[in-house]
């Protein structure tokens, strides 16, 4: 198990690497001397006085080069300084960690509300194939899928507005335990519950034709502890190899979703960080959007194991 | 006495264009005790036949006709409660692949408790209990281990022996076996036929065992019965079987059979065409169209079993043949 | 003879397919939608009914009337108009962006599915890393980060030139967008190609004519892309779809085509500033998206299905 870890490891901390190599390399070619910019934004003609640029340069370690940079860079990542923010002057790390929470307790909540409704309804479907039931949890899960979290949330709250009364719409951040994640909470759980539901359809379908369902049911196992024991759990572990393709629909859902709703979390960062090409906060956004996704990839690579007993045995060899 | 009675069974698939016949009025009977043998190519229906005793017909394929009369109940008739009961504990069963047939992700002593918990109310840890004294019964040597490995820990031999013990865990009346050694090899297939016949004897079931093998199970079955296309063609205590076959169909079966005394292997006959699809079986006998010995009569009406003079308990269905060893 | 092969069983194999298709309706019904989509887009300057550009600033958010059948804008521009502008915008990406990563795709997982080694362990290690960036922040990194050096060249090629074209945002919207979005969308057509170029390796007649000097290029143009075209299909219908949700998304995070050039996505972000008062001005293009979406959801579903009759679903 150690080894299996350690192996795995060793070919995921290069790919992490090479993503912030990546993208920090967008950065530092494309983005434009940071320095400039920060003076562009500042008022008067302070902008043109090379003298000063290159000494503040200098000071600053820019004039190192680009690998130095990217290390130090790095070295500080560590560190928990991800540098300030071009519009606000504010460290970086204290603007994440502001916002992380909201983002954190959304995501959370929406992996939890896709695993109780997708997997139970994606198991119904597959045990009913091809009935209208079937047809129609299937169909409301394409339909989910295909409409984008700008779109839904939109069109969900003019639908809201036309029903409540003016101003009762929620609106914002008030905590998870607040009415007002509800409306959020819901358009970020679409995708990933569409996501969800078709691959324990599938995986419950082609379980289904094992030949170890019919065993169980030659047993005299009733019915209900069919579909737990033997169906279920064989499906969950295609389905669990998805939490990194979720994470990705999350992260990226995330970003219509904080925009949509209000809430002030890391999506929201980023648009704003978008809309002042505030680098260094967009940097960081993304260095920890992509961590997220690789994360969850690593765990289900170490977790997988334990949830396929022939997996494990191939590893130990 | 009889155990089992199988009367004018009939299976159809149903496909978009309609039903499909697979089983055509298929009369079987299996005594206390007896072990039969059912034998017949892939698609005769031989497996559809037993599984529709316990309603584990696949999807679209359904049992339409005719009864199963089993300890004074037809089984046909029976609630998916009723059935559900029936299965494991009168009637066991044993699958063809114990790659397959067993969940490669539930330790194999959970998978044999598991019928037991169900069917008998034992606990949890009396199952465990009675599990490794099965896997002991099946012949696996350190059972206690035995009873924590994964399915895929185990080779194929051994991986049959625990879908036994499965097939044995609620002392069934019945046990069939479909096909438990088409997967293994050779040496193996003959400890499997052994522990079988000696486990029949010890536990006092009926046992009914489907193959394509009839060199197999000479040596395990009291009776044979033979079927083409979803119909039995002929029926008759083994002994019978091989020094009096009389059915064209169970003569080409033997003479496939590659034996000793014909060292001249130049070539193994094997018998012309194809058996009927589904849906497309000719009129009269489905044999007619592959038999070597067909008249013009055989292509009108299906030939019923009747018994071969001398021998009420050998049973044929042709009447060519009947009248020709007259 | 294996030529005769290859010609015989495509052919029945289009036309089962295509029989399969059409028992699905609502794949059917996907394809229909597409159509339209298409014809839209092609014919959409003779089409709509006004300018999408033109402002009359007496008529500004105007319900849904008999003139302006799905009202004004803000600026009194009307809306179906821009909508029919804005399929032309998203159809355009998502052709062009779809060209580009099924280019970019099919050389790499050819090359790393026949040279195999490093380049084919290094290839598949880069799809696995793309594939876990989150695709909207990777775009949004490209997008800060190649719009200012892309339009500086511009700039300084039409002071050289004074050619106009040089001065057109447009252009750089599009060379940006498409770039972005082929840059990220390349991976599943690398992973299908280079499977399918080692399995069609494997075979005996391929392994024969290879011994004959047939070529690498040969066997990718005759053998791996014929065999690969049904799933190839599936994900092209797939990616289009895709590509056209990604076009709107980043419009509307305003890292896509600048307004005043309609897209969907742009309209809804307009819309979302003003949904209370003038909700049809969110509804209209976010329905239109939401039907086009699912219309490409489930064409692929149908042709996944006709396509690939034994696989599941």
């Known amino acids: 198990m150690f080894a299996h870890i350690l192996r795995r490891l060793i070919v995921w901390v290069p790919s992490v690497l090479l993503v912030m190599l990546g993208v920090y390399a967008l950065a530092f070619y494309g983005a434009g001397d940071p320095i400039k910019l920060i003076f562009l934004r500042a008022p008067g003609d302070v902008a043109y006085d090379p003298v000063k640029i290159e000494a503040i340069r200098a000071e600053a370690g820019l004039d190192r080069p680009f690998l130095v940079q990217f290390f130090s860079y790095i070295w500080n990542l560590m560190q928990g300084n991800f540098g300030n923010s071009l519009t606000s002057g504010r460290s970086v790390w204290a603007m994440v960690s502001a916002a992380a929470p909201v983002s954190a307790a959304l995501g959370l909540m929406t992996i939890v509300v896709t695993a109780l409704v997708a997997v139970p309804l994606g198991m119904i479907a597959g045990m009913r194939q091809n009935s209208r039931l079937d047809y129609f949890i299937l169909g409301t899960a394409v339909a989910l899928w295909a409409i984008p979290a700008y779109v839904a949330g939109p069109l969900l709250m003019v639908l809201l507005l036309m029903i409540l009364p003016d101003g009762a719409v929620p609106y914002g951040w008030g905590g998870i335990f607040s009415v007002k994640i509800l409306l959020p909470l819901i358009v970020l759980s679409f995708q990933p519950i569409a996501l969800i539901l078709r691959q324990t359809r599938a995986a419950v379908i082609e379980v289904l034709s094992e030949d170890y369902v019919r065993t169980a049911r030659a047993k005299g196992v009733p019915e209900h502890m069919v579909a737990l024991r033997h169906i279920l759990r064989p499906v969950l572990t295609p389905v669990v190899t998805q939490l990194g393709l979720i994470m990705i629909t999350i992260v990226n859902g995330a970003i219509f979703v904080e925009l949509v709703f209000g809430l002030p979390g890391l999506g929201r960062l980023t648009v704003q960080a978008l809309i002042n090409n505030d680098y260094p906060v967009i940097l960081a956004v993304t260095l920890i959007g992509s961590f997220l996704v690789m994360a969850s990839n690593l765990l289900v690579d170490l977790l997988y194991p334990l949830l396929d007993p022939r997996a494990a045995d191939v590893k130990g060899s | 006495m009889t155990l089992l009675d199988i009367k004018g069974l009939t299976i159809d698939i149903a496909r978009d264009t309609g039903p499909a016949r697979v089983v055509d009025g298929i009369d079987l009977a299996v005594m206390e005790g007896e072990s039969l043998g059912i034998v017949g190519e892939s698609g005769c229906g031989k497996s559809l036949t037993m599984l529709s005793l316990v309603g584990l017909l696949p999807n679209r394929i359904r049992a339409t006709g005719g009864q199963a009369l089993f300890g004074g109940r037809d089984l046909l008739k029976l609630s998916a409660k009723e059935l559900r009961k029936v299965r494991g504990s009168e009637i066991g069963f044993i699958f063809q692949d114990p790659m397959t047939s067993l969940n490669p992700v539930i330790r194999i002593g959970d998978q044999i408790a598991e019928a037991l918990i169900y069917q008998k109310g034992l606990t949890r840890a009396q199952a465990k209990d009675r599990a490794v004294e099965l896997l002991a019964l099946v012949g696996i040597p350190a059972p206690e281990e035995r009873a924590n490995a994964w399915p895929h820990e185990l080779s194929g031999g051994m991986r049959q022996r625990v879908m036994i013990a499965m097939g044995l865990a609620g002392n069934p009346k019945l046990l069939i076996a479909d096909e438990p050694t088409t997967a293994l090899d050779v040496t193996i297939q003959a400890q499997i036929v052994d522990l079988v016949r000696e486990l029949k004897d010890r536990l006092k079931m009926s046992v009914v065992w489907i193959t394509h093998d009839l060199a197999l199970i000479a040596g395990l079955a009291d009776r044979i019965a033979v079927l083409y296309a979803g119909t039995v063609v002929e029926d008759a205590p083994v002994d019978a079987i091989f020094d009096r076959p009389t059915h064209p169909y169970t003569r080409a079966l033997l003479g496939s059979l590659p034996t000793l005394a014909g060292a001249a292997m130049e070539r193994l006959p094997s018998i012309a065409g194809t058996p009927p699809e589904p849906g497309r079986r000719p009129p009269g006998c489905p044999f007619a169209p592959r038999c070597a010995f067909a008249l013009p009569s055989c292509r009108e009406a299906v030939p019923k079993l009747q018994s071969v003079p001398g021998n009420a308990r050998h049973k044929v269905a042709c009447p060519v043949m009947l009248e020709a060893n007259v | ?313």
């Open chain 3, 1 to 313: 003879m294996t030529m005769i092969d290859i010609e015989d069983k495509p052919s029945s194999l289009w036309r089962d397919a295509w029989r399969r298709l059409k028992r699905n309706k609502l794949a059917v019904a996907g394809l229909a939608i597409i159509a339209a989509l298409v014809i839209v887009s092609v014919f959409g300057p003779w089409l709509s009914p006004y300018d999408f550009l033109s402002q009359n600033l007496d008529l500004r958010n105007q319900p849904p009337s008999s003139q302006h059948w799905l009202g004004t804008d803000d600026l009194g521009r009307d809306v179906m108009s821009r909508l029919i502008y804005g399929a032309r915008t998203a159809f355009m990406v998502a052709v062009g962006v779809t060209i580009i990563a099924v280019l970019i795709g099919v050389i790499l997982g050819a090359i790393a599915g026949f040279y195999g080694g490093w380049f084919d362990r290094f290839v598949m290690w880069f799809t696995d890393i793309t594939m876990s960036v989150p695709q909207l922040l990777l775009v949004v990194v490209i997008n800060a980060s190649l719009k200012q050096p892309i339009s500086l060249w511009m700039e300084a090629r039409y002071m050289e030139t004074l050619n106009p074209i040089y001065r057109n945002t447009q252009i750089v919207d599009f060379v940006l967008v498409f770039g972005a979005m082929a840059l990220i969308t390349w991976p599943p057509y690398a992973r299908l190609v280079r499977a399918q170029v080692l399995s069609v390796r494997q075979r005996p007649y391929v392994t024969a004519a290879r011994a004959l000097g047939l070529t690498n290029r040969l066997i990718l143009t005759r053998y791996v892309l014929p065999n690969a075209m049904g799933p190839l299909i599936v994900a092209v219908s797939a990616g289009l779809g895709t590509a056209m949700v990604l076009e709107s998304a980043f419009s509307f995070l305003g890292v896509g085509v600048t307004p005043p050039t309609p897209s969907w996505g742009n309209m809804i972000s307009d819309g979302l500033r003003v949904w209370t008062n003038y909700p049809h001005l969110l509804a209209a293009p976010a329905a239109v998206l939401a039907v086009v979406t699912v219309a490409f959801n489930f064409l692929g579903d149908g042709l996944n299905d006709a396509l690939n009759p034994k696989g599941q679903k």
